[in-house]
């Protein structure tokens, strides 16, 4: 039973999206659940954030936390799946764009967690997680100083980024030519050490959404990146609030992201597409995707 999306966001350190209070049990049984329906890689969306970690660290002083990162890499590594980890991201907007404390911050962060995790065989990865739609906030220096550190430290685990379209959704006002331009410089300055990139696909508005992603495609292709696709299993406008998104617009925009999508994750099963979900409507979510989506 294998669906068209194979890869999920993992957001343990909740900040937009309430925490669903799992067990050790109830994490290793969505586990089980995402590999039934071909979920291959977990991505950890934030690793750091607003003074908490989901590892134990002697940096950032969180000796007391969980690791939770150890616990999913090793449960992951039984199931044969591969594991993002998203890098450290002060607040919201990075101290308001301090790349320089943005960068000395990760170098740390970097160093511990390649320490602490390099030898578990599910860790293949690193994500950004200082998302923009846009060159603001020093972004090309953030994600050029970033990306560096991870290829530094080892320059065969992939890098990825998630960002958002600059549209009237996101309270933008980009056309397609516009958002071409404005990322075409934003690449110019991190080629070769951005692997993937993956659009946050509710942030274009669906009857435009082929042609935002068609023009991010031929970008990518340009920078020597894969071009994945990140399929939000949230609505974005019900009252201003995530709930899991209606089948049949999940369903439209997979069909959509099938001309050119090289790899597809979301944001993210766990709430929105789990058949163990604090949401019923995510239950239900979960079995017309797997009817529909069955082999």
Known sequence: MIG???GTFIDE????IPSSNW???QWKRDLDNMRKVGIDTLIFIRGGFYGKTI???TYFHTENT???AGFILEEAAKRRMKVYMGLHISDIDWGGGDAKGEIERNRHFIDEVYERYNGIPSFSGWYIPQEASKNELNIPEVMKGLSYLCKEKDSAMPVLISPYFNTHVTGGDFTVSQHAEEWHG???GCAGQIDACAFQDGSAPIETMREYFIETKRLCDEFGMAHWVNTETFERDVRRMYYPIPFNLLKQKLDIHREYAEKIITFEFSHFLSPQSIY??????NRLYRSYYKK
């Open 186 to 188: 934003i690449f110019s």
């Open 23 to 25: 067990t050790k049990r």
């Open 66 to 68: 969980e690791d939770f």
């Open 13 to 16: 350190i909740t900040y937009d």
């Open 55 to 57: 590892y134990p660290s």
């Open 4 to 6: 068209p999306i194979t």
């Open 280 to 285: 019923p409507s995510a239950r239900n979510l």
